[in-house]
């Protein structure tokens, strides 16, 4: 089965289109072959594809890859309200299929060799997966959307953007995949915390409240957590508030007032704060610098 796919990138891969896809009627794939690459990010809905008799369901946070040349067609009607983003590129080598043996020969490669002089430029990616991190991409999608649409004369920003965020799923995948292989039990209770983190950061959570669910000494988790990860626990759960407003900001028209409240920080003013303090500039000014992006629609 292919599962998962390499692509050399020691030069940038080439962007060709990509936009926001939003139905509000009944909706199904066409039947066509591309002659290049397709990613593909749910955001909203099911996405029901089929790529050479294989069927996935793709849905919000959601990536699959749909690789040139190989016939994909919807196998049923999506609902109302789908959305995704999406977009074609093609790299300089053609995209090679590997499974899971290879995969790990290639990231302990890419492992062996990641503080040399060697130029380690694959990208490795599962078919269809779950990033851990999909406000991470949906920033990243956003800028390349933003970048495609302001018609730039250097062609190289578009081409880069579109690699890095390859990169990122790949980076993210692999993280990912090494964190399952090789933990010791106290690192995966650490992953439990940090997954139970994520996913409960829009909440109004603390320290206190994260080493309550787990039966942890507030303390013992705070000096677990830094000498694990190298982070303070207090900036781990600052920073994912921060990305999730991020996303919001740009993917969304609420009111500043609403994100805050939305990422669980109920003081507007210490939200426009910690923002600032994050990425050096306010909620408006981070809104207002990636704003066009090309919107395709049923």
């Not at 990616?125 to 991470?136: A, T, V």
């Not at 603390?206 to 942890?216: E, H, I, Q, R």
């Not at 050096?280 to 610098?289: I, S």
Request: hydrophobic share 40%.
């Amino acid at each position: 089965m292919r599962e998962f796919v390499k692509i050399q990138a020691k030069s940038p891969v080439e962007f060709h289109l990509g936009g926001h896809f939003i139905s509000k009627v009944p909706w199904i794939h066409a039947k066509r072959t591309l002659h290049d690459h397709e990613v593909i990010v749910g955001i909203e809905g099911a996405l029901y594809m089929e790529i050479e008799e294989i069927q996935y369901e793709v849905r919000p946070g959601d990536i699959l890859i749909m690789p040139a040349n190989m016939v994909h067609t919807g196998y049923k009607h999506c609902s109302p309200g789908l959305s995704f983003y999406w977009f074609h590129f093609s790299a300089e080598s053609d995209l090679e299929f590997i499974d899971e043996n290879k995969l790990k020969s290639e990231i302990t490669l890419l492992k062996s060799n990641r503080f040399s002089d060697l130029n380690q430029s694959d990208i490795l990616l599962p078919i269809y997966s779950k990033p851990k991190d999909i406000n991470r991409i949906h920033i990243l999608f956003h800028q390349l959307l933003d970048i495609a649409n302001s018609n730039y004369f250097n062609r190289f920003a578009i081409n880069y953007l579109a690699t890095s965020l390859l990169i990122e799923l790949s980076e993210q995948f692999i993280t990912k995949y090494n964190a399952i292989q090789e933990t010791s039990l106290t690192d995966k209770n650490l992953l439990k915390v940090m997954e139970w983190i994520r996913l409960n950061a829009s909440d109004e959570i603390n320290v206190s409240s994260v080493a309550d669910y787990f039966n942890y000494n507030p303390n013992y988790l705070s000096r677990m957590f830094k000498e694990k990860t190298g982070k303070n626990i207090k900036d781990y759960i600052q920073s994912l508030k921060i990305v999730r407003a991020k996303d919001l900001l740009i993917r969304t028209n609420e009111s500043i007032r609403d994100i805050s409240n939305a990422v669980g920080i109920s003081d507007e003013k210490y939200f426009m704060r910690l923002f600032k303090k994050f990425e050096n500039l306010t909620p408006t000014e981070f809104r207002k610098a990636y704003c066009r992006k090309t919107l395709n629609k049923e």
